[in-house]
Nanobody
Framework: QVQVVESGGGLVQAGGSLRLSCAAS????????MGWHRQAPGKQRELVAA???????NYADSVKGRFTISRDNAKNTVYLQMNSLKPEDTAVYYC??????????????????WGQGTQVTVSS
């Protein structure tokens, strides 16, 4: 199995910065894509940013120029640097490991895995 754990959320004033980290663990052989999604109260979960194993990135229009996603393939870790935070960035942020292949008892398995989420609150 694959475990995904986020860290780095918290409370920050508008205009401030936070850095989120996410580590995937287990007998992982590779992870195709890693990304961050968020869900605000009363809203659907939405993609914030994603990065492929080759380093290609994709951002939601609302965070372009403010957020930067990066990845350490050797550590199965993904980061989200969030600058110029706005109150509308307030949400629970979830890390996703998509196309994660792991080894167990002589077989390999591939699936998508999510973390439990970390709260980001931006005060005005």
């Amino acid at each position: 199995q694959v475990q995904v754990v986020e860290s780095g959320g918290g409370l920050v004033q508008a205009g401030g910065s936070l850095r989120l980290s996410c580590a995937a663990s287990g007998s992982i052989l590779s992870i195709k894509d890693m990304g961050w999604h968020r869900q605000a109260p009363g809203k659907q979960r939405e993609l914030v940013a994603a990065i492929t194993s080759g380093g290609s990135t994709n951002y939601a229009d609302s965070v372009k120029g403010r957020f930067t996603i990066s990845r350490d393939n050797a550590k199965n870790t993904v980061y989200l640097q969030m600058n110029s935070l706005k109150p509308e960035d307030t949400a629970v942020y979830y890390c996703n490991a998509a196309g994660a292949t792991y080894y167990s008892r002589g077989y390999t398995y591939t699936g998508d895995y999510w973390g439990q989420g970390t709260q980001v609150t931006v005060s005005s």
